[in-house]
């Protein structure tokens, strides 16, 4: 009997459609389908489908889940925890005040999203409240909150959720987006919130995972959207499904509400995980303890969100939110210059030449006058006395171009005897090494930024990129050869068997430091710098091996390491160089995999620029000027440093775009749009944060336009990235037709390139690059050109470019003699004018 009874009950659940007599609710599109089930816990996501291939594919384990945080005081600001590096030492140190601030609020409840009650549930009760909207509503003791599905008739892959929530009583709430389908660790193929950290593995070590992004946090961490670049948590399969959660746009925090800097308003929270640790992209809004998630009994929050789910990698899902969501081609489209390219270029020459305003110091030292420009910012022995030089592709390059005697004489001459002393020439283990990138003037002594150590990446960049870049225009001098050689045999002998480098030696023990983070950058490079001049098959082979190394621990893996020392190496603009190294050693060797391992790279890179907000014409006001909205816009920038506790934090992107010209290579060699629109994204229209006097802009976006401010040497590296960015641009343009042979890659900043040492070609002729602003005038800012003489000096190359996106007719001057033109947009001319 009581089998005959369960076998009824049996068939009367079945014939019921589920257990709980509802029938299933399913929505579809094109591209994804899901089906939702009531059960005893309520309504379950029980299948998501998504369309791989033009197959039917199965996401492992759908779920549905929802989460509510609620905390009836407003939740601590204090740290939570004591972080420990891999070697044991309280993380990141007492000597690193710049972050003391920005690690504190990393590791507090908040944002270790420990802070609050969590309420999970499934949806009581669900309904389908019209054709392609499904509605679920559920109460908790403290708050209904309502959820509805739809799928967004544009893009069959996204799902828009709104969510509404209303208290029962008063406190602090933050809703989580629901959990639709969680990723096992074992198949998960990368994970990323974008601007934080990227990766193929989780990392164990919190420091590691949080701070560097060498892994994937174990920890569901939450992130603020002041270093996010774009505001897209995502998580992509073995099998090539990304899911990534995107909120809509109105969310985002704006950096400039009105009159202020607001960069560091926080609305939105963001998570590779849920509150439960799985691995499951997740948005919190609002974020518990912020303003907007103090609520009183009955008032509504509403806010709304997209789930993504791409047949493709992570790269094809950043293009979908930056592109479709955050409309990244429509803001390119609004940027309009006030002035020019190449005026900045010849303006900043007036600026560097003029020892008062470039802050030009020349100073005695070991018998030679050395020469180098004031640094103001933080140096560790600094008394205000710190000296430096940066671009010294970009000097020489200028010198050669503009044949100026004030430049060459004053400038050139003092800066290489900087250079000859800056190297260590006593015997012992720093034999050949870098004294120190910063030169102090009182205690006449060189120094590093951020202690008593020795870098073998400042080798790579202070020896071996400067004196090759000099010996590309000098390929005569014998001593610097000597000097370059001295460098090369050091980074030889500090190689590990492996591959790689230290990050660091002590200056006083020889001891090697930081030994709880790996040199996941291109130290390698110098290696090749010295093979391209000094012609011995050894530094090839030793530039392959640290490459190889490099590639297989930091490109595959996500993981890179910055430069700045006052930011304990926080990844920065090291990774676009990485790509720009590799690149430049698959000319040398016709290897393919430095060129997929460089293109990967550039495309972790895209992940340092910011795409948000969407710019718009809205009037604002800027240290008492107006602006409008896309003029200050932080979309197209990218940073110094990102991540946990980079200057990303409180200053924001920054305006030197080293990696402009990278880009436009990258461009050229993929096809892939983003790279171009991101170059011009950066390089058009940033008048705003240009100083009107001196042409130098601003470092840091909150500066806006006060000049060069305590880094005059900028102006060099700024020199030196608008040319490669031009440069680029005409090689792309013209199909080839004109081309420039690439110097190396300039110290720290990025990937740009030095040009002018030898003739290249314009439409099929010997030219060399000259600057010369009283040759010929462009009536319209938006008009940018490229000059060069013909190898047999009866011929002037004048390469038009239109830097934007729309058509443009302007009046160009040769001689005194006035032509009208038109370029189309993006548009390109060669003129040849008879001598």
């Known amino acids: ?124 009760n669900g309904q389908r409240t019209a054709n392609n909207t499904l509605t679920f509503n559920h109460e908790t003791e403290n708050a209904k909150v309502t959820t509805e599905w739809s799928f967004d008739p544009k893009f069959p892959t996204d799902i828009i959720v709104k969510q509404t929530l209303t208290p029962k009583t008063a406190g602090y709430f933050s809703l989580a987006t629901p959990t639709i389908a969680p990723v096992s660790e074992a198949d998960m193929a990368w994970a990323s919130v974008p601007g934080y950290f990227q990766g193929n593995y989780i990392q164990p070590n919190f420091a590691l995972a949080y701070a560097y992004g060498h892994g994937v946090p174990a920890m569901p961490t939450v992130y603020r959207e002041r270093s996010a670049s774009t505001l897209s948590p995502l998580v992509t399969t073995k099998n090539g499904i990304t899911i990534s959660v995107i909120p809509d746009p109105a969310l985002c925090r704006d950096p400039w509400e009105k009159d202020q800097n607001t960069h560091q308003n926080w609305n939105v929270g963001l998570s590779h995980k849920n509150r439960k640790s799985q691995l499951s992209p997740t948005l919190y809004y609002p974020v518990l303890g912020e303003p907007k998630s103090a609520l009183k009994a009955g008032e509504v929050v509403t806010y709304s969100f997209r789930y993504s789910l791409i047949d493709g990698d992570w790269f094809k899902a950043i293009n979908h939110a930056a592109y479709d969501i955050y409309q990244l081609k429509e803001a390119l489209a609004l940027r309009q210059s006030k002035q020019s390219l190449t005026d900045r270029i010849q303006k900043m020459h007036h600026y560097l030449t003029d020892p008062k305003t470039s802050l030009w110091n020349i100073e005695e030292y070991k018998g030679l006058k050395i020469g180098a420009q004031s640094y103001l910012g933080g140096v560790v022995g600094s008394n205000k006395d710190a000296m430096k030089n940066s671009d010294y592709g970009a000097m020489w390059m200028l010198a050669k171009a503009t044949n100026d005697s004030l430049l060459i004489k004053n400038v050139l001459l003092y800066a290489l005897n900087f250079k000859f002393t800056q190297q260590i020439a006593d015997e012992g283990f720093f034999k050949g090494a870098l004294a120190g990138q910063y030169y102090l003037a009182k205690s006449k002594r060189f120094t590093e930024e951020w202690g008593e150590v020795v870098e073998p990446i400042a080798v790579t960049y202070y020896t071996m990129l400067d004196i090759g870049n000099i010996l590309l225009f000098e390929p005569n001098n014998q001593p610097l050869k000597e000097r370059l050689q001295a460098g090369a045999e050091w980074l030889l002998k500090n190689q590990k068997s492996n591959g790689s480098w ?149 200053h924001g992107p920054i305006q030197l775009a080293s990696h402009a010209g990278l880009f436009i290579r990258m461009h050229q060699l993929t096809k892939e749009p983003i790279f171009a629109d991101m170059a011009r994204s950066v390089a058009w229209g940033r008048d705003a944060f240009v100083d009107a006097k001196t042409s130098v802009a601003s470092y840091y976006w909150n500066a806006m336009n006060r000049g060069a401010g305590p880094y005059p040497h900028h102006a060099w590296w700024q020199i030196g990235w608008l040319t490669d960015y031009l440069m680029a641009e005409a090689e792309l343009r013209s199909n080839g037709q004109v081309s420039f042979p690439r110097g190396f890659v300039t110290p720290k900043v990025g990937p740009h390139q030095s040009y002018g040492f030898a003739a290249g070609t314009i439409n099929g002729e010997k030219a060399n690059l000259i600057v010369n602003e009283n040759l010929i005038k462009i009536d319209n800012p938006t008009i940018d050109y490229i000059l060069a003489e013909s190898e047999k000096k009866d011929k002037i190359f004048v390469v038009l470019l239109n830097n934007r996106a729309q058509a443009t007719d302007f009046q160009v001057t040769v001689k005194g003699k006035a032509m009208k033109k038109q370029l189309p947009a993006v548009g390109f001319e060669v003129m040849a004018i008879e001598r």
């Open 502 to 650: 230290a990050v660091a030696y002590d200056r006083k023990t020889e001891q090697e430091a930081f030994k709880d983070i790996q040199d996941v950058r291109p130290t390698f490079y110098g290696l090749l710098v010295a093979y391209r001049i000094l012609k011995d098959s050894k530094y090839l082979v030793a530039a392959r091996k640290g490459a190889d190394w490099f590639v297989k621990n930091a490109v595959e893996t996500g993981g890179f390491l910055g430069v700045c020392g006052d930011a304990r190496y926080a990844p920065d603009f090291a990774t676009a160089q990485s790509a720009q190294a590799l690149l430049d050693l698959y000319d040398l060797t016709n290897d393919s995999k430095y060129k997929n391992a460089a293109i990967t790279a550039a495309k972790v890179y895209t992940a340092s620029i910011y795409t948000h907000p969407i710019p718009n014409r809205r009037l604002k006001t800027v240290n008492g000027t107006q602006r409008e909205d896309w003029e200050i816009s932080q979309m197209g920038l990218s940073f110094e440093h990102g991540g946990i506790f980079g200057s990303s934090n409180i």
């Open 1 to 124: 009997m009581l089998k005959k009874h369960n076998i009824l009950l049996l068939t009367l659940l079945l014939g019921c459609g589920n257990t709980w007599g509802q029938v299933p609710l399913v929505l579809e599109s094109s591209s994804v389908k899901m089906r939702w089930e009531n059960s005893a816990q309520g309504w379950q996501l029980k299948t998501l489908s998504v369309k791989k291939d033009q197959t039917w594919t199965n996401l492992k384990t759908p779920s549905g889940e929802n989460t509510l945080l609620y905390a009836a005081e407003k939740p601590s600001e204090k740290p939570e925890q004591i972080v420990k590096s891999i070697t044991g030492e309280e993380f990141p140190g007492p000597k690193y005040h710049y972050q003391t601030k920005w690690w504190a609020e990393s590791i507090s409840p908040v944002s270790l999203n420990t802070a609050g009650k969590a309420f999970h549930f499934f949806a009581k």
